[in-house]
């Protein structure tokens, strides 16, 4: 269901860039890519979403491979509050449904002092 | 601008008693969809509604389970005869089309 991959966890030294990879090989031409995390039992926050080009916010940056089947997240400096669990999604859209959102089991990045 | 709310945030209910939900969506935001989270598990999704109708349901349990989103008020996930099962915490997320943007969620613990 997911149809992404991620590693189930990663660390992180304070201060550092993350890089969180995300396989995605059966996306589908017209499907974006979107990053979510969830700090502790919290409700997922938006991260970043893309297409094809590469895009960067305020939190992030998301390349997006050329053939589309692999994605990084990239946060530039982090933060022990960085530490969370990160989702890399595909958005699915279906002639009767909405936006469904695959949550698999994300990346669980541990931020380290 | 408010974000999504949602409550009550934590909610214990006795095995066989109805659970209520509700979700008021950001505002101008006519998308509601709803997910649950069993303990150590990722978001899984239920149901998608726009207003007054129900879009796509495939992630619900076809019994005890209902969801509606009236022209007035929020979005209000039911769970009836709730069982110890049903104990996870529910996400609700609203969107004006794509990108969608989760409440604080609501903690059910049926004992």
């Known amino acids: 269901d997911a149809k992404t991959t991620q590693p189930t966890s990663m660390d992180c030294a304070e201060g550092r860039a993350a890089n969180l990879p995300c396989n995605h090989s059966t996306i589908s031409g017209n499907e974006y890519v979107y990053w979510y995390r969830q700090i502790h039992s919290q409700g997922p926050q938006y991260i970043i979403h893309g297409l094809k080009n590469n895009e960067t916010n305020e939190m992030a940056s998301l390349i997006i491979t050329e053939d589309r089947k692999s994605s990084t997240l990239i946060l530039p400096h982090a933060t022990l509050r960085d530490t969370a669990v990160y989702y890399c999604?595909?958005?699915?859209?279906?002639?009767?449904?909405?936006?469904?959102?695959?949550f698999g089991t994300g990346t669980s990045l541990t931020v380290i002092p | 601008n408010a974000g999504v709310m949602q409550n009550p945030r934590h909610l214990v209910r006795r095995r066989g008693q109805e659970a209520r939900l509700r979700c008021s969506p950001m505002k101008g935001h006519s998308h509601v969809y709803w997910y649950r989270q069993l303990p150590e598990e990722g978001l899984k999704f239920m149901v998608y509604?726009?207003?007054?109708?129900?879009?796509?349901e495939s992630g619900m349990p076809k019994e005890r389970f209902s969801a509606e989103f009236p022209k007035e008020g929020p979005s209000i996930l039911r769970i009836q005869q709730v069982v110890r099962g049903d104990s996870a915490a529910y996400f609700c997320?609203?969107?004006?089309?794509?990108?969608?943007?989760f409440g604080p969620g609501t903690r059910l613990t049926v004992l």
């Open positions: 509604l726009q207003k007054e109708n129900i879009i796509d």
């Open positions: 997320a609203s969107s004006p089309l794509d990108t969608q943007y």
């Open positions: 999604i595909v958005r699915v859209v279906g002639l009767n449904t909405g936006n469904q959102f695959y």
